[in-house]
């Protein structure tokens, strides 16, 4: 897994179970001078999801809040 992949990973899981807002990844991940490099996060998110998912197609960990950002599944939440 590549630095940025981890970065990326890290900010998701830390706040498992709440939205992370494009914007926010960027800041956290790229740093602020890619605030306008939004496609970035589609594309890492993308690649996560090739290595993490068992359906990349069809993803049950991190998941794509339409308009506003990605979200990291906590099954240990949802199950209790």
């Known amino acids: 897994m590549r630095p940025t ?15 992370v807002s494009h914007d926010q990844l960027l800041q956290k991940v790229w740093g ?18 090739q290595k993490l998912e068992k359906d990349p197609a ?12 990605y979200r990291f599944v906590d099954f240990r939440r949802e199950k209790s």
């Open 5 to 19: 992949e981890y970065r990326l990973l890290y900010h998701l899981v830390q706040n498992a179970g709440w939205v």
């Open 32 to 49: 602020y001078e890619y605030r306008d490099e939004p496609h970035y996060v589609r594309l890492y998110i993308n690649y996560l999801r």
């Open 58 to 69: 069809d993803p049950k960990y991190i998941l794509t809040e339409r308009g506003v950002g």
